[in-house]
Antibody, heavy 122, light 110 residues
Framework: QVQLQESGPGLVKPSQTLSLTCSVS??????????WTWIRQPAGKGLEWIGR???????NYNPSLKSRVTISVDTSKNQFSLKLSSVTAADTAVYYC??????????????WGQGTMVTVSS | QSVLTQPPSVSAAPGQKVTISCSGS????????VSWYQQLPGTAPKLLIY???KRPSGIPDRFSGSKSGTSATLGITGLQTGDEADYYC???????????FGGGTKLTVL
């Protein structure tokens, strides 16, 4: 059974870079047909898709965040990562990593991490 | 302002049926698959429906999905108090080249 676990600092200063890692267990991150995704949710608000990296190596980012976001994969560690630069208080949220199901529709995330709270504050 | 539009809240009595709508456009719902999620308080979203009307393994058939034109609908029958949660729809948006979500619907089981 595949499991995802987010890790990273819970507090980031304004203007700095938010860095999170998602560790994948139970399967190889290189397995074909999957896309590895970051989604966030500010307190009391809805879901916001940040971006993804697929097994083909292709990436897609939310246009509203594209200039600040990088998602990458480390196959040797079976992990994928999120970097969000120049953060502000508006980036405070619970950050989830998720897996899009095997060759399913692009919005079908069948496995989720538990989420990690990131606060942007000085 | 979410790209997909959902009602903020719906309610129904235990044992009854409820539907939650998700309205979009030709760039998302019409031409791409729709997914539905259930989010219980303090937990990660859980996939209920994918590819418009398919249920992942372990999801009971009380949950169903459908799509027509620019709208999609989640149906829940035999409502239970444990179904009280926030529900989200999602779809790929071809114009944005991004996944978009609805703003969420809070289901209350009276």
């Amino acid at each position: 059974q595949v499991q995802l676990q987010e890790s990273g600092p819970g507090l980031v200063k304004p203007s700095q870079t938010l860095s999170l890692t998602c560790s994948v267990s139970g399967d190889s991150i290189s397995s074909g047909g999957y896309c590895w995704t970051w989604i966030r949710q500010p307190a009391g608000k809805g879901l916001e898709w940040i971006g993804r990296i697929c097994s083909s190596g292709s990436t897609n980012y939310n246009p509203s965040l594209k200039s600040r976001v990088t998602i990458s994969v480390d196959t040797s560690k079976n992990q994928f990562s999120l970097k969000l630069s120049s953060v502000t208080a508006a980036d405070t949220a619970v950050y989830y990593c998720a897996r899009r199901g095997p060759n399913w529709g692009s919005s079908a995330f069948d496995v989720w991490g538990q989420g990690t709270m990131v606060t942007v504050s000085s | 302002q979410s790209v997909l539009t959902q009602p903020p809240s719906v309610s129904a009595a235990p044992g009854q049926k409820v539907t939650i709508s998700c309205s979009g456009s030709s760039s998302n719902i019409v031409n791409n698959y729709v997914s539905w999620y259930q989010q219980l308080p303090g937990t990660a979203p859980k996939l209920l429906i994918y590819d418009n009307n398919k249920r992942p393994s372990g999801i009971p058939d009380r949950f169903s999905g459908s799509k027509s034109g620019t709208s999609a609908t989640l149906g829940i029958t035999g409502l239970q108090t444990g179904d009280e949660a926030d529900y989200y729809c999602g779809a790929w948006d071809s114009s944005l080249s991004a996944v978009v979500f609805g703003g969420g619907t809070k289901l209350t089981v009276l």
